[in-house]
């Protein structure tokens, strides 16, 4: 797994490089890889461009979106009256239909319309719903975090290398 983040940082160095000179070429242009490729080649390139990203955009959002309904499927199953009555294509694994191939989850689609519904309202409130969800994620990585720390017992990692943690931590 390291090997392959280092790889990918590797790779992404020159794509850097690429943007930073592009930059400095056209520095009267805001914008992304497409304004890039139509102002440094031409219009079709641009198209091209465009179209790998929407392509790209969607199949990852397709992805996380699948991933979240599972989530919110577990979560809703802790609740005693809806544990195993939610139907099989609601949740994560979906419904499968032709051999395992394809299968239908309605609660993905479901997810893509409410976010995009969320992103049409503007910024400020897709701002709002960001930092609300930043705040959480910190929050509950601080709050586990010290949780470990209480529950963590110096017979773990030796008498002084727990002193030596406890120093690092406070």
Do not use: D, H, Q
């Given at each position: 797994?390291?090997?392959?983040?280092?790889?990918?940082?590797?790779?992404?160095?020159?794509?850097?490089?690429?943007?930073?000179?592009?930059?400095?070429?056209?520095?009267?242009?805001?914008?992304?890889?497409?304004l890039y490729a139509y102002t440094a080649f031409n219009e079709l390139v641009a198209f091209l461009v465009f179209c790998q990203l929407m392509l790209d955009y969607h199949i990852g959002a397709a992805s996380i979106v699948r991933s979240l309904?599972?989530?919110?499927?577990?979560?809703?199953?802790?609740?005693p009256?809806?544990?195993?009555?939610?139907?099989?294509?609601?949740?994560?694994?979906?419904?499968?239909?032709?051999?395992?191939?394809?299968?239908?989850?309605?609660?993905a689609p479901i997810l893509v319309i409410l976010f995009t519904v969320l992103l049409c309202q503007g910024v400020r409130e897709s701002a709002a719903i960001n930092a609300i969800m930043t705040l959480t994620k910190v929050g509950l990585f601080i709050y586990f975090f010290f949780l470990s720390v209480y529950f963590t017992s110096p017979v773990f990692f030796g008498l002084m290398n727990y002193r030596m943690f406890l120093l690092f931590v406070a």
């Open positions: 797994m390291t090997i392959s983040f280092a790889l990918a940082g590797l790779v992404c160095i020159p794509n850097a490089l690429c943007y930073a000179e592009l930059s400095s070429r056209f520095p009267a242009l805001v914008g992304g890889v497409y309904s599972s989530y919110i499927v577990n979560i809703l199953e802790l609740i009256a809806l544990n195993g009555k939610i139907p099989i294509w609601f949740g994560p694994g979906g419904k499968t239909l032709l051999g395992g191939i394809f299968s239908i989850n309605i609660l």
